[in-house]
């Protein structure tokens, strides 16, 4: 129930969970790897006995077989549970390809990430990047894909059930005293204690560091001396982190809508605030101009407070929906909030507040569960489990309890009037979490890599543009890449310029001149 930090690409966001990967399986024998066991111990603990016992993961074979449709294949990936502990027990990895159509010298692999975190990286493979990624690129690299821990089919992170979900994702997220902040904390408890009772094994092995451990361990068994990336929003820190793990082995490296790893959790939740204020306000001048805006046609100051107003009399009264659900000021939110990902989703949003505004809900309701990746039968993706396992692992809680909150609630409504409230309090879903943090924030520099592409867009919601900014300026061989215009990531998007710039750097490592902006 914490959509600020669930960062993940539109494209992913429009898919339905778990498209063509039925056919993904486990077996065991086919590619050859390349790493030395030495080369395998270079990230963490470097003795002898380490690399000894890493070098049965890099020197593994895959059985690849079909699997989705068209060239698709899938395989399992060992990896182990405790990096710090080889020897001891593995874990299983979703892993999927589709190999270089040609013409033209194959370049290696390249891996992709779509975000999250508790994206479907092999969804996104067979749904998307696979078969939609420009034609050049997929032709001189076999396209691969890897569910990272705790995520999807890579032994995924379990909380809640279907029901347990609707009822969390119903609770009031602006509570208006002290006896909703206290079912507020209790539903974070429950979740909690939920994650801890279902995946209490594996929620203290999800970090992003070890996820980016367990991507050389696949260019290694795929036989590439480089890892070639290209990672969006969340999938962006992953990539950052594996250049400042093994920037000897970092090739080119596409990150597109970029988190800054130097921010704290409260400081990243409190830009993502005044993002999707920047996002809304877009969405609110291009509104305000069409006849069938629901927020009126004055001005973005006047459709600010009519969608106020609409979600302050959703909390008093929630909307029918045609359905056992009614439409709760939480869900309706997070409805909004789906649709600030893609202005292509705009005039899905403007019908969708036209039919709330006039009693009912389904439209909204719609938006929130492609949000939450929930079907039509009740059950929800891993996704949001994923995601709360890997951020609270990844850094410290944003606060220790609702006092801190409450504190901290004006500096929000500063950076959101509309979302500000809703923000603030989600920054309590990690503050129960039953592991301790293992992350820190922190500058990555990853002296020695090859050139990293940095990419940013001037009005993504989810990764502020500065983001984008900050973590180009980190990185020793980082260049940034401007797209100006709205949604989250740029790649892939309408933009030849933007297109053009990712293209030849994937395809002859060169990045675009310092400075380079497109729209």
């Not at 389904?362 to 949000?371: E, F, I, M, R």
């Not at 900014?469 to 989250?488: F, V």
């Not at 790649?491 to 002859?508: E, H, K, P, V």
Request: hydrophobic share 35%; glycine share 10%; aromatic share 8%.
């Amino acid at each position: 129930m914490d959509p600020r930090r669930l960062l993940r690409t539109s494209a992913i966001a429009a898919v339905t969970a778990g498209l063509l990967i039925s056919g993904c399986s486990s077996g065991s024998s086919s590619t050859s790897a390349s790493a030395s066991p030495h080369d395998a111990g270079k990230a963490g603990p470097s003795d002898a006995a380490t690399a000894q016992a890493l070098a049965p993961y890099y020197t593994q074979k895959l059985s690849w077989r079909a699997c989705g449709v068209g060239k698709f294949e899938c395989a399992t990936m060992k990896a182990p549970l405790d990096y710090a502990k080889p020897a001891g027990p593995s874990i299983n990895l979703a892993v999927a390809r589709v190999k270089a159509t040609g013409p033209g010298k194959r370049i290696g692999s390249l891996l992709v990430n779509p975000g999250g975190p508790g994206g479907s990286a092999v969804g996104y493979l067979q749904s998307y990047a696979g078969i939609g990624y420009p034609a050049p690129v997929r032709a001189r690299y076999d396209m691969v894909a890897v569910d990272p821990r705790g995520v999807a089919r890579s032994e995924p992170v379990e909380c809640l059930t279907g029901k347990q979900m609707d009822a969390y994702t119903e609770v009031d997220q602006t509570p208006d005293d002290p006896a909703e902040q206290a079912a507020l904390a209790k539903a974070f408890k429950d979740f909690a204690h939920g994650c801890e009772a279902k995946s209490g094994k594996i929620l203290p092995h999800v970090s992003t560091v070890e996820a980016a451990r367990d991507m050389d361990v696949l260019r290694g068994v795929l036989g590439d001396q480089k890892l070639h990336y290209v990672g969006a929003s969340y999938g962006t820190f992953l990539g950052a982190t594996y250049a400042e793990l093994f920037p000897s082995r970092t090739g080119r490296l596409v990150l597109d809508g970029a988190m800054d790893p130097s921010l704290s959790s409260l400081d990243m939740n409190r830009d993502q605030t005044a993002g999707f204020e920047t996002a809304f306000k877009s969405f609110a001048a291009d509104c305000v101009k069409q006849k069938d805006c629901p927020l009126g046609t004055q001005s973005v100051p006047d459709a600010s407070d009519r969608l106020r107003r609409f979600f302050k009399d959703t909390d008093a009264k929630p909307i029918p929906t045609g359905q056992s659900r009614a439409l709760s000021e939480s869900l309706a939110t997070t409805g909004v909030i789906a649709a600030m990902y893609d202005q292509a989703a705009w005039p899905e949003l403007r019908t969708a507040l036209t039919r709330a505004m006039s009693g009912d809900g389904a439209g909204l309701l719609a938006l929130a569960d492609s949000y939450y990746e929930r079907d039509a039968s009740g059950k929800y993706a891993n996704l949001m489990f994923a995601n709360a396992a890997v951020n609270c692992l990844d850094l410290p809680p944003s606060f220790t309890g609702p006092a801190e909150v409450s504190a901290a609630l004006p500096s929000f409504e500063q950076a959101s009037p509309v979302f500000g409230d809703g923000f603030a309090w989600s920054g309590l879903n990690c503050t129960y979490w039953p592991v301790k943090a293992t992350g820190a924030p922190h500058r990555i520099e990853a002296k020695g890599a090859a050139p990293i592409l940095v990419v940013g867009t001037t009005r993504d919601p989810a990764t502020p543009y500065k983001w984008a900014e900050s973590l180009a300026s980190q990185l020793s061989s980082g260049t940034l890449l401007t797209y100006e215009g709205d949604g989250h990531t740029a790649y892939g998007r309408g933009s030849d310029c933007i297109d053009t710039a990712i293209n030849t750097y994937l395809l002859d490592g060169t990045p675009p001149a310092k400075g380079k902006r497109c729209s």
